[in-house]
């Protein structure tokens, strides 16, 4: 009896115990705070906040809401350019001397004005730096030694730059709207300059810029966190705070999001997109963006180099089936290497599934009864869903596709060593500018190994002089209609003899909380923009 | 006399601590450079023109023989120098020390309720050996056993998270709380509890529970199987015989006597499935994005991120040889004859 007393007060003591841990364990609330716009994103990519260094494309995304630049284009239509910092640009009848002139009265963070000074010392610093991203300024000529001569303040609101050649000008002007072409505050970076590295190693975690935030914070694969300001000469932002967590399970974020506890998933898969929608609170969003997704055909492979075979793929890929099956709502249907948002972008698609031609054009190539190939392929979705159903649908003429399946720095290490037969991938262009695309799939200056420039026709080891003139050429065709049929004469021959077989281009998707309203889904990561995501 | 012995014993511990370490770099650092990944490509990424590429390769040293690289980096640890994360371009040492404490935490709790509930699931089972309760945690310890960490987190996350709403979801803090706090020791619970910081707390709390509670399963399937083991073979022996003949209730003769026999060898048990959690969990903190060690380490090798992952090896190391000789120090603490 006493012993049974004992037990009984023991456990009611217990489970009041329990009762109040477990009280206190229940969060306090679901709710994201009403000024400050909470995004759960995969952000391991980025490896610095310096603009003169970020060339990721997470990392881009938060540098464009940091930083302003001389010149934008319209979100809506890219052939038109505005400006941003600047108040006026033109080149000379050289067509090598451009002239820009600021917007007065404008300010960064620290209430220092932009001036041309600013605008001298950023592009120095990003020519000397020459990190990653710095080729986009450096292909104009520019380098550590020249860099003071060509681009110089003429007064406090005036600068002029000074290009190798005669560039086409609107190469030039989309180049200045990329990420290294951020105006920064050099009074600040300065001041924080350390054994000559132009404030490198602060601005990895620090921000020096005028646009409508500043870095409060960067954990790298934990997350960052933007401050608005209040200031911005465009206006005030509609928010207070932007905190982007890294998350990297997407299921993961898809609770966050269904719960309430971020008002973004950016990283949602196909699958989860598809369940969301049946949740009245979420919402979804989509825009273009640029890249690319190809399969990469090695011509140092026998059978690959045949002409026949190389378009006998093209009508062996069932491009329907893919986008219904793995790809919808992520990517969209594309053939030609300039994606659509680019300056002549081709948007004729001529290949469709056809097993009988792609049997006929087998044969012709000798290869009636198919040939073996491997594919490298990175380890995860939809890249690797897409390769198991090419191996189906390549199966139906004979063709046998062997997936080697790797993490994506070990794939990406054989393609660059020219060490794959069939690569399958995705390729972003680095700058709003045709070229860059144009560059990488239709130039290919010398096919040894030791080439200097290994763009994406070198890797695939596909020799093309004429091309590669012709290609060249556009960058300096000063008339903007020209230049665009230029571009769209090389996509058409491209798409019937390239060992490219290029498929889709990427549509990002948001989805969000009903009533976080305002995010700015651009053509490219770094035009993304924060400043009017408003909640109700 | 004494003094000599004990001097010549240091000396050999120091030794062994030296060669292991040795050996863990040597393997470490051979692996690393046969992964068929360039490291030169998570420091420039894929679109660097061939100059920058060319120059960050002589930057990371990777022009100079295999043997000539490890001793650069053998002689800059000696000096306390670990390098720079390429992925993260932050010093190894402050990202280990970034990460660790997040670790450090979801360890700590979790190993605390393996324990507080796996040892006496353990003796009830052991106690109650064949009948219902055995079979009952026999059951539990299977299915902790058994079961995908990977899946069992989601499927929590789903029920106590989404569905029930008792605990808080993914990340370490609630995005209002987060810096809202000096950080100390970088343990949260730890550093708002100083620090009086008590709503702060609270929500970690909320955010830890879960995954702890996860990765406790497994250790408490781990301990509960030990205990039991331990205890049957303790409860045949003959003093527990004499404890009932002299008439101590048998509470006290199972959780004094037998349970005070069994905790010498548990605490082996305990010591290495703690110092198993604190290597990091790469899927438990993925599925809660929680920023630890296990995942700081295996980013870093698939970018063949050569300093972070050293760096995190010999922290692992610590960790191993730290738990090992705490255990032998607990151990003459616990028990009276091993002076």
Redesign the interface.
């Known amino acids: 009896m006493i012993e049974t007393f004992h037990f009984g007060r023991r456990a009611a003591l217990l489970a009041g115990v329990a009762a109040i841990a477990f009280a206190y364990v229940v969060p306090a609330s679901a709710q994201t705070p009403k000024d400050t716009v909470v995004m759960a994103k995969q952000i391991d990519d980025i490896i610095s906040m310096d603009p003169g260094e970020s060339f990721e494309f997470s990392g881009s995304e938060a540098v464009t809401n940091i930083y302003d630049r001389l010149i934008r284009f319209d979100l809506a239509d890219v052939s038109k350019l505005y400006g941003s910092l600047a108040e006026s640009w033109s080149v000379g009848a050289d067509g090598k001397t451009y002239t820009i002139k600021l917007k007065p009265g404008i300010k960064f963070h620290s209430g220092n004005p932009v001036t041309s000074e600013d605008v001298v010392y950023s592009f120095t610093r990003a020519v000397t730096l020459n990190k990653s991203p710095g080729f986009i300024l450096t292909q104009f000529g520019f380098n550590k030694d020249n860099v003071k001569d060509r681009i110089k303040a003429v007064d406090a609101t005036t600068v002029t730059m000074t290009v190798e050649k005669p560039f086409a000008p609107t190469f030039f002007y989309y180049c200045l709207t990329s990420t290294v072409a951020s105006i920064l505050d050099s009074k600040l970076v300065k001041a924080n300059e350390k054994d000559g590295d132009f404030g490198n190693a602060w601005l990895k975690t620090n921000s020096a810029g005028s646009g409508p935030y500043k870095l409060v914070s960067w954990k790298a694969s934990e997350s960052y966190t933007l401050q608005a300001n209040d200031a911005w000469f465009r206006g005030k932002p509609a928010n207070k705070r932007v905190v982007v967590r890294h998350v990297s399970e997407p299921a993961s974020q898809r609770l966050l999001l269904e719960k309430g506890d971020v008002d973004f998933a950016r990283n949602l898969t196909k699958d989860q997109l598809e369940a969301i929608r049946k949740n009245d609170a979420v919402q979804v969003m989509q825009g273009r963006k640029g890249s690319i997704l190809y399969l990469g055909l090695n011509q140092k492979n026998a059978n690959l180099k045949k002409p026949e075979v190389r378009e006998a793929l093209k009508w062996l890929t069932d491009y329907d089936a893919l986008e219904a099956n793995i790809v919808r709502g992520t990517y969209v249907q594309h053939q030609a290497f300039l994606p659509v948002g680019f300056l002549g972008a081709l948007s004729d698609r001529p290949y469709k599934y056809d097993v009988a031609k792609a049997k006929a054009l087998l044969a012709k190539a000798g290869l009636a009864d198919g040939f073996s190939v491997t594919m490298d392929t990175r380890n995860n979705s939809p890249i690797i869903d897409i390769a198991q159903a090419l191996q189906a649908q390549w199966g139906k003429a004979g063709v046998k596709l062997e997936i080697i399946p790797g993490d994506g720095r070990q794939t990406l290490t054989k393609y660059r060593a020219r060490n794959h037969d069939i690569y399958i991938g995705a390729w972003g262009p680095d700058y709003q500018d045709p070229h860059t695309n144009a560059e990488t799939f239709a130039i290919n200056e010398n096919n040894a190994e030791d080439a200097k420039s290994k763009t994406l026709a070198w890797r695939n080891a596909w020799d093309i002089p004429e091309m590669t003139k012709k290609t060249s050429a556009l960058v300096l065709e000063k008339d903007a209609k020209k230049r665009e049929a230029g571009y769209l004469e090389i996509q058409k021959e491209h798409q019937k003899t390239s060992p490219f077989v290029i498929m889709f281009q990427q549509v990002e998707v948001v989805a969000h909380r009903k009533g976080v309203e305002g995010f700015i889904l651009g053509p490219s990561f770094d035009n993304n923009f924060y400043y009017n995501i408003a909640k109700k | 006399m004494t003094a000599m012995s004990f001097a010549r014993s240091g000396v050999r511990v120091v030794f062994t601590v030296a060669l292991t370490f040795l050996g863990l770099l040597l393997v470490t650092f051979l692996i690393g450079r046969v992964?068929?990944?360039?490291p030169v490509?998570?420091?420039?990424?894929?679109?660097?023109?061939?100059?920058?590429y060319e120059r960050v390769r002589l930057e990371l040293g990777l022009d100079k023989p295999l043997w000539e690289q490890f001793w650069i980096y053998l002689t800059k640890v000696l000096t306390g120098d670990f390098g720079s994360s390429v992925?993260?371009?932050?010093k190894v040492i402050d990202?280990i020390f970034?990460v660790f404490p997040a670790t450090l935490e979801l360890a700590t709790v979790a190993t605390l309720i393996g324990v507080s509930v796996g040892i006496p699931a353990g003796v009830i089972a052991a106690v109650n050996q064949g009948k219902w309760q055995d079979q009952v945690v026999r059951v539990l310890g299977l299915v902790g056993y058994s079961i995908p960490v990977f899946w069992l987190g989601?499927m929590g996350?789903?029920l106590f998270?989404?569905k029930l709403?008792?605990?808080?979801?993914?990340?370490r803090q609630?995005?209002?709380f987060?810096?809202l706090i000096e950080p100390i020791t970088g343990v949260v619970l730890l550093d708002s509890a100083i620090q009086g910081e008590w709503?702060v707390f609270?929500?970690a709390?909320?955010h830890v529970?879960l995954p702890a509670a996860v990765l406790g399963y497994f250790s408490l399937a781990y301990i509960s199987r030990m205990t039991r083991s331990f205890m049957i073979e303790q409860l045949r022996q003959e003093y527990i015989v004499t404890a009932r003949v002299k008439g101590l209730s048998e509470r006290r003769v199972v959780w004094r006597h037998a349970l005070g026999n069994v905790l010498v060898p548990l605490l082996t048990v305990i010591a290495l499935s703690y110092a198993n959690l604190l290597e990091g969990s790469v899927l438990t903190e993925?599925?809660?994005?929680w920023?630890g060690l296990g995942?700081?380490i295996t980013?870093s090798l698939?970018?063949?991120d050569m300093n972070a992952v050293l760096g995190g090896t010999i922290m692992v190391g610590v960790i191993f040889i730290g738990i090992n000789m705490l255990t032998d120090v607990l151990y003459r603490l616990v028990d009276p004859r091993a002076k």
């Open positions: 992964v068929p990944i360039d490509l998570a420091a420039v990424g894929d679109r660097a023109p061939a100059e920058v992925l993260t371009s932050n990202d970034r989601l996350l789903l998270y989404a709403g008792l605990v808080a979801g993914p990340g609630g995005v209002a987060e810096d709503e609270r929500d709390f909320s529970i993925t599925v809660f994005a920023p995942q700081y980013n698939l970018s063949a």
